[in-house]
């Protein structure tokens, strides 16, 4: 089922190509980090334009519009289109012009998504796709994925702090975006009993050096 929702996304996200987006969410995290699979892909864009647009592409694709779902952790101007593969519902999330996290109420423009991004490689977990997509940059990840602060969010944070993340840039946009407080949440949630056994039933096998060099870069943010 997850194999078929990934070869899915990652081919209508190379149909997308040329569109004016960002990709952001679980999809965009596997630009930066070890692949996991993810239920829906989430993408940005700047205005009303664009979205019709991308709407009119997936159309094209066969997707088509249906209700959001009321437990994704963004709110504010969004369309969401669907498409049955294999009796599966594989979604897509457009956010239009800002991104608005439903827990904290924390809005990010697009504006702000689309000048912290890039064209880059993304890869899938079961799939050899290979595409080149803009996608937010790993510190607007992490901020974004903070803000909204489900476990699966912390877990995508934990792995990208992996990379070559600004530290300076995260500290200072949480706290311009008022989320200061749930960098502690993130800490006391990964350095928590049994989080490694967590993480790996998501991401698969991680080295003990790594987890254990990654533990140590946790317990020194923000002090």
């Known amino acids: 089922m997850l194999e078929l929702r990934e070869k899915e996304i990652l081919a209508t996200l190379e149909k997308l190509q040329g569109l004016n987006f960002v990709l952001i969410g679980g999809y965009a995290v596997n630009a930066y980090t070890q692949p996991r699979f993810s239920v829906d892909c989430d993408i940005v864009v700047l205005n009303e334009a664009d979205a019709k647009k991308v709407i009119s592409s997936l159309k094209q694709a066969g997707y088509e519009k249906k209700e959001a779902d009321p437990d994704i952790p963004y709110c504010g101007d969004f369309a969401c289109l669907v498409k049955k593969v294999g009796g599966y519902s594989v979604p897509f999330d457009i956010l239009i012009k800002h991104v608005v996290d439903r827990k904290t109420n924390s809005r990010f423009s697009a ?62 946009e949480l706290e311009s975006h008022g989320l200061g407080d749930k960098l502690k949440e993130f800490k006391e949630y990964a350095t928590s009993q049994g989080y490694k056994d967590n993480l790996q039933g998501v991401f698969g096998k991680i080295d003990d050096k790594i987890f254990n060099k990654l533990i140590e870069t946790i317990r020194r943010l923000n002090d």
């Open 111 to 172: 504006e702000w998504i689309f000048e912290n991004s890039k064209i880059r490689r993304l890869r899938g977990k079961a799939n050899p796709v290979r595409i080149d997509v803009r996608i937010a940059n790993p510190e607007a990840l992490i901020i974004m994925k903070l803000a909204a602060s489900r476990k699966s969010d912390f877990r995508d944070v934990f792995m990208l702090l992996g990379g070559d993340i600004n530290l300076n840039t995260v500290h200072t």
